[in-house]
């Protein structure tokens, strides 16, 4: 057991530095630096963490994180987001519980154009939250669309996270991407039926009211204008990695292009928002580097100690089979998604995870994908998921963080149940991927 020193000493220092405040990266660094001399060789080891740094970063599958970060808040801080909710709105009509599929549908269109979860839920709920309320719809058919659409963003391309992930975890980004389109279309299916369910039990949950009647040119008319174009954002991002005509990163640039044709076209662009939209993702880029480049030396020094080894090898003398051990690992996330954000996450468990699936020979898209839909849930369970809190925002005040998370709860299940699902039926994760393949 000489490797469980080394193991709770570094996992164990992250996790308290963290507790007592401290932000991921600083915690990280610190962990590093006490590690290097521990069992790196000391000052040798930090002049080897400094050295470690640009190749960390100078990684092109991580080139289209900040460019998906572009595309996203230039989306939303045009007000071109706007515009597909209204003409959402026009074409639900009148069917019970609209608002709450409005919610959902704008938040699937987003996720496919913005590739954040907090930015899509942030939106939803600034936005729908006070429709619905002010209509008397009940809190979970009010908030529990809004986490089911930012949830969305985590698994329908292009996913910031999911680049995270590919870069991290040494796993094609391009499938990555591409796997979760399948995955994320059954959840939108879903979690649209599982509104009807809830309005068909209680129809009191969403009540109807008058709507403006509209013909169906209009509707058809507000669809063309305000949410077709957006297709083609859909397209420059990921048709053309499944086409084979581009690489992720050159489909993030396509995607950013596209969205400055589309600001010209709706006569929204300006100096102002392009500026904010670069402020906006450089913050978040440089942030996301930083963590980088400390979980680089972090992965180095728990292989270098033993630690790695010995709980891979301690893992599989357990025999629980490849199945028993893909449970235990999304056990492991579900439990830490509680206390910990998503980027946290994996850095302390791809370094673990990721030999013993090489072990198991799992699919590294597939088991990808399903680690993608287990820190997903972790946004929306208490205490600490940061869309809860994102929510509970611009919820009224005296709004209680349990009522928020019950209204979360079917959706987390249903997000359980499509883990399940792929674990089961791999080429539901697999098959546009083998598509791609040459």
Same mark, same amino acid.
């Given at each position: 057991?000489?490797?469980l020193?080394?193991?709770?000493?570094?996992i164990?220092?992250?996790?308290v530095l963290?507790g #007592?405040g401290?932000?991921?990266?600083?915690?990280?660094?610190?962990?590093n630096?006490?590690?290097l001399?521990?069992?790196f060789?000391g000052?040798r080891?930090?002049?080897?963490?400094?050295?470690?740094?640009?190749d960390?970063i100078?990684t092109y599958a991580l080139?289209p994180?900040?460019m998906?970060?572009?595309m996203g808040?230039?989306?939303?801080?045009?007000?071109?987001g706007?515009r597909?909710?209204q003409?959402?709105d026009l074409a639900?009509?009148?069917?019970?519980?609209r608002?709450?599929?409005?919610?959902?549908?704008a938040?699937?269109?987003f996720?496919?154009?913005s590739g954040?979860?907090l930015?899509?839920?942030?939106?939803?709920?600034?936005l729908?939250?006070?429709e619905?309320?002010?209509?008397?719809?009940?809190?979970?058919?009010?908030y529990?669309?809004?986490?089911?659409?930012?949830?969305?963003?985590?698994?329908i391309p292009?996913s910031?996270?999911?680049?995270?992930?590919?870069?991290l975890a040494?796993i094609n980004?391009?499938?990555?991407?591409?796997?979760?389109?399948? $995955?994320g279309?059954i959840?939108?299916?879903?979690?649209v039926?599982l509104?009807?369910?809830q309005?068909?039990?209680d129809p009191e949950a969403?009540?109807?009211?008058p709507?403006?009647?509209?013909s169906?040119w209009t509707k058809?008319r507000?669809v063309?204008l305000?949410?077709l174009p957006?297709s083609?954002?859909?397209?420059?991002?990921?048709g053309?990695i499944?086409l084979?005509?581009a690489?992720?990163?050159e489909s993030a640039?396509?995607g950013c292009?596209g969205?400055v044709? #589309?600001?010209l076209?709706y006569?929204k662009?300006?100096?102002a928002?392009?500026?904010?939209s670069l402020?906006?993702?450089?913050?978040?880029?440089a942030?996301?580097f930083?963590i980088?480049?400390?979980?680089?030396?972090?992965?180095q020094?728990?292989?270098?100690?033993?630690?790695s080894?010995?709980f891979?090898?301690?893992?599989?003398?357990i025999?629980?089979?490849?199945?028993?051990?893909?449970l235990m690992?999304?056990v492991?996330?579900?439990v830490l998604?509680?206390?910990?954000?998503?980027?946290?996450?994996?850095?302390?468990t791809?370094?673990?995870?990721?030999?013993i699936a090489?072990l198991?020979h799992?699919?590294p898209?597939?088991?990808?994908l399903?680690l993608?839909l287990a820190f997903?849930?972790?946004f929306?369970? $208490?205490?600490?998921g940061?869309l809860?809190?994102?929510?509970?925002?611009?919820?009224?005040?005296?709004?209680?963080?349990?009522?928020?998370?019950?209204?979360?709860?079917?959706?987390?299940? #249903?997000?359980?149940?499509?883990?399940?699902?792929?674990?089961?039926?791999?080429?539901l994760a #697999?098959?546009?991927p083998?598509?791609?393949?040459p």
């Amino acid at each position: 057991m000489d490797w469980l020193y080394p193991f709770s000493f570094l996992i164990g220092s992250i996790l308290v530095l963290m507790g #007592l405040g401290l932000p991921v990266a600083f915690a990280f660094f610190a962990t590093n630096i006490a590690g290097l001399f521990l069992f790196f060789g000391g000052a040798r080891g930090v002049t080897q963490m400094v050295s470690n740094f640009s190749d960390a970063i100078t990684t092109y599958a991580l080139a289209p994180l900040p460019m998906f970060l572009v595309m996203g808040s230039l989306f939303f801080r045009s007000g071109l987001g706007e515009r597909v909710i209204q003409a959402l709105d026009l074409a639900v009509g009148n069917l019970r519980g609209r608002l709450s599929l409005v919610t959902l549908g704008a938040g699937a269109v987003f996720a496919a154009l913005s590739g954040s979860s907090l930015a899509n839920a942030g939106m939803m709920g600034s936005l729908m939250a006070p429709e619905m309320l002010k209509r008397n719809y009940k809190p979970h058919m009010a908030y529990g669309p809004i986490l089911g659409a930012g949830s969305l963003a985590v698994v329908i391309p292009p996913s910031a996270l999911a680049v995270l992930l590919g870069s991290l975890a040494e796993i094609n980004v391009g499938a990555l991407l591409i796997a979760g389109i399948i $995955p994320g279309l059954i959840l939108m299916v879903l979690f649209v039926g599982l509104i009807f369910v809830q309005t068909g039990i209680d129809p009191e949950a969403a009540p109807q009211y008058p709507v403006p009647q509209v013909s169906g040119w209009t509707k058809l008319r507000a669809v063309s204008l305000n949410i077709l174009p957006m297709s083609f954002l859909v397209f420059c991002v990921v048709g053309t990695i499944i086409l084979g005509i581009a690489t992720p990163t050159e489909s993030a640039a396509l995607g950013c292009m596209g969205v400055v044709v #589309l600001l010209l076209v709706y006569r929204k662009f300006s100096w102002a928002v392009i500026w904010r939209s670069l402020d906006d993702a450089m913050k978040v880029t440089a942030m996301t580097f930083l963590i980088i480049t400390a979980s680089t030396t972090f992965s180095q020094i728990f292989a270098f100690s033993g630690a790695s080894n010995g709980f891979i090898s301690t893992i599989t003398g357990i025999d629980l089979g490849p199945y028993g051990v893909l449970l235990m690992m999304i056990v492991v996330i579900l439990v830490l998604g509680m206390f910990m954000d998503q980027v946290s996450m994996m850095l302390i468990t791809i370094p673990l995870f990721m030999p013993i699936a090489q072990l198991y020979h799992f699919d590294p898209v597939w088991f990808g994908l399903m680690l993608l839909l287990a820190f997903e849930v972790g946004f929306v369970t $208490p205490p600490f998921g940061l869309l809860l809190y994102i929510v509970l925002g611009v919820a009224p005040a005296g709004t209680s963080l349990r009522t928020i998370a019950l209204s979360a709860a079917p959706y987390v299940c #249903l997000t359980l149940f499509l883990i399940f699902l792929i674990a089961m039926v791999p080429q539901l994760a #697999l098959f546009l991927p083998n598509m791609m393949a040459p």
